[in-house]
């Protein structure tokens, strides 16, 4: 099936036509409406989306994420037209697809420290949506045109997929118009909820410290040291002060409204914080399984993205792929490549350029380098395959841009496997959120103790909105992080 991207018009809704309609009760503009081409568009790639980005997560969370969008759709006037859905992935990102489906990783909730800041995200994307901003700006445009479209018109959709035709939503880039009117009718549709309006501004100001946080730790996940999110829709001082002001047009003061922070902190506890053991975790650019005891690092430039099927890879100027694995057939290693090579290529032409038996860091490998064929030229496929022993193997699978210049970075990718020794797959352990009460001998540092992480105190203040100022008080609910097993 060959997917094929569409873009919406803009729609013009006035900031002041908005802020109008806060102060009078009465809506300034007909209710928006979810076209049926946009509910098909959005529930075809619903599970794809899922597929590449982690899966949804099946915690409390999930439904407490539900009912808070649910709300802030009744606010836009769209009742029962959107589907919120938390994603199982420690990336800080929000997301929106025409068919009003919108999406919310479980790193975004855990940076957040109240409902209203929640809604504030969910209304954001909702005005996304209503406001038709799925046109991003041009960017690779040589790799987007040659790369992704070209590919689709191979008619594989594994190569499609591979070459980040779902990818363009992950990482979607909004103009800054467009991040303003987002703006402006999120905090509408946060005071039609009931939330105080000036959560917008404080959610925006959670993300600052994100992006602090991550510079303070010496770019400990250097592949996304500044947050998805932040990415996304830019950050800067003048759209968080922009934001302030469109609060305080609204004629209400800070906290007129509720924030529900501590219903927020109650219903944030448990959820998995970092990475999913199950799918192994993701360290900066590098990967580690501590069941499967495997381990890779991607070169500088490169981010990954954990999913229940695969290890997303997306590399400087386009270039994509994944990580996977698989049971050895009775051909052995080099029939599973082969198998896997005509999985992802279908009937498109390819010509294989190098193939060759190998061992990587002590283990039996194949390498594997096509060239395939697409309209108006050829792209670079690599493919390498592992013997992992037990009868499982594991590949890469990367798909570069026309020209190729990352050839290295791929061949060192590729190097770069190995099995895990005992003692680093028993330091990888799961870490989830916790919601405690501040005790009356509890100070900053008997907290900060509790917290399992490299950066204890940084990661405290990040997560409960504090920027070194004023000592938690004695009954108030905080944020730590500790593993799963420990209280």
């Not at 836009?76 to 697809?97: H, I, K, P, R, Y």
């Not at 990482?171 to 939330?195: I, K």
């Not at 919601?435 to 992480?453: E, F, I, K, S, Y």
Request: charged residues 20%; glycine residues 10%.
């Amino acid at each position: 099936m060959a997917v094929t991207r569409r873009f919406l018009a803009w729609a013009a809704l006035p900031a002041a036509c908005l802020l109008a309609a806060c102060g009078s009760g009465e809506p300034a503009q007909p209710a928006p409406e979810i076209t049926q081409e946009d509910r098909d568009y959005g529930a075809e790639h619903h599970p794809q989306l899922l597929a590449e980005f982690g899966g949804a997560y099946s915690g409390s969370q999930a439904q407490y994420v539900r009912s808070v969008g649910e709300r802030i759709a009744h606010a836009a006037q769209l009742d029962g037209e959107c589907t919120f859905t938390l994603v199982n992935s420690d990336v800080v990102n929000a997301f929106a697809v025409p068919g009003c489906y919108i999406y919310l990783t479980r790193g975004l909730m855990a940076v957040v420290t109240s409902e209203a800041e929640l809604a504030s995200v969910l209304g954001h994307e909702v005005g996304h949506i209503v406001a038709e901003h799925s046109q991003r700006q041009e960017q690779r445009s040589v790799w987007r045109k040659l790369g992704v479209i070209a590919v689709s018109l191979t008619g594989s959709e594994r190569l499609t997929q591979l070459a980040g035709q779902a990818a363009q939503y992950f990482g979607l880039r909004y103009s800054r118009r467009q991040e303003y009117q987002a703006d402006d009718l999120g905090v509408g549709y946060l005071r039609a909820a009931g939330y105080d309006v000036y959560a917008a501004a404080e959610m925006l100001a959670d993300l600052q410290r994100q992006e602090r946080f991550m510079q303070a730790t010496n770019g400990r996940d250097a592949a996304r040291s500044i947050p998805e999110w932040a990415l996304s829709h830019p950050l800067t001082e003048n759209r968080i002060e922009r934001a302030r002001e469109t609060a305080r047009k609204t004629g209400l003061k800070d906290d007129a409204l509720p924030e529900n922070a501590d219903a927020f902190l109650a219903r944030v506890d448990g959820l998995l914080y970092g990475d999913d053991p199950e799918q192994g975790f993701v360290i900066g650019r590098r990967f580690a399984h501590p069941m499967m005891r495997i381990g890779f690092e991607a070169p500088s430039g490169f981010s990954l993205t954990n999913s229940p099927q695969a290890v997303g890879l997306n590399g400087p100027q386009g270039l994509s792929g994944e990580f996977g694995g698989g049971a050895i057939p009775a051909g052995g290693l080099k029939a599973y490549a082969e198998a896997l090579a005509g999985k992802v290529l279908g009937d498109t032409p390819a010509q294989v350029e190098r193939a060759a038996a190998t061992r990587i860091n002590g283990l039996p490998a194949i390498l594997l380098e096509m060239r395939v064929a697409v309209r108006d030229g050829s792209i670079p496929l690599s493919i390498a395959a592992y013997d992992g022993g037990g009868g499982e193997a594991y590949h890469f699978i990367i798909v570069s841009p026309p020209g190729d210049p990352q050839a290295a970075a791929v061949t060192a990718l590729f190097q770069s496997f190995r099995r895990l020794t005992a003692q680093e797959a028993a330091t990888l352990r799961p870490r989830v959120i916790r919601a405690v009460r501040v005790g009356a001998g509890d100070t900053p540092d008997t907290l900060v103790r509790r917290m399992a992480d490299p950066a204890p105190r940084a990661l405290f203040e990040l997560l409960n909105g504090r920027d070194g100022g004023r000592p938690p008080s004695a009954g108030e609910l905080v944020k730590i992080v500790t593993y799963r097993d420990a209280r």
